[in-house]
Nanobody
Framework: QVQLVESGGGLVQAGGSLRLACEVSGRTFSSYNMGWFRQAPQKEREFVSAITGSGGSTKYADSVKGRFTISRDNPKNTVYLQMNSLKPEDTAVYYC???????????????????WGQGTQVTVSS
């Protein structure tokens, strides 16, 4: 069974940085696109970023472009989200997700993904 284990969340002041990690087991990691989503209080889960299995193509939500960077280390079965210049509006639970079918053209959609991590809380103070 596929399992996604997230880490790296925490409390940070506005302007600071955090690096989230998601380690995947149960599948050949390099074969699958990965995504990051977030869900703030009283809001729908929203797309943050996605990356292809090889790492050759990435996507970002407009709200995080220029501040967040998605990357992956396939030998370590891990995808990362480097978050810089954090803002209070970035406060949310962040989830990583795995797409079994390589549907990069639908990478912003929640229903594009087949497995999800448990989420990690990111809180950005003013």
């Amino acid at each position: 069974q596929v399992q996604l284990v997230e880490s790296g969340g925490g409390l940070v002041q506005a302007g600071g940085s955090l690096r989230l990690a998601c380690e995947v087991s149960g599948r050949t990691f390099s074969s699958y696109n990965m995504g990051w989503f977030r869900q703030a209080p009283q809001k729908e889960r929203e797309f943050v970023s996605a990356i292809t299995g090889s790492g050759g193509s990435t996507k970002y939500a407009d709200s995080v472009k220029g501040r967040f960077t998605i990357s992956r280390d396939n030998p370590k079965n891990t995808v990362y989200l480097q978050m810089n210049s954090l803002k209070p509006e970035d406060t949310a639970v962040y989830y990583c997700a795995l797409d079994l079918y390589g549907r990069m053209w639908y990478s912003q959609r929640i229903d594009n993904y087949n497995y999800w991590g448990q989420g990690t809380q990111v809180t950005v103070s003013s």
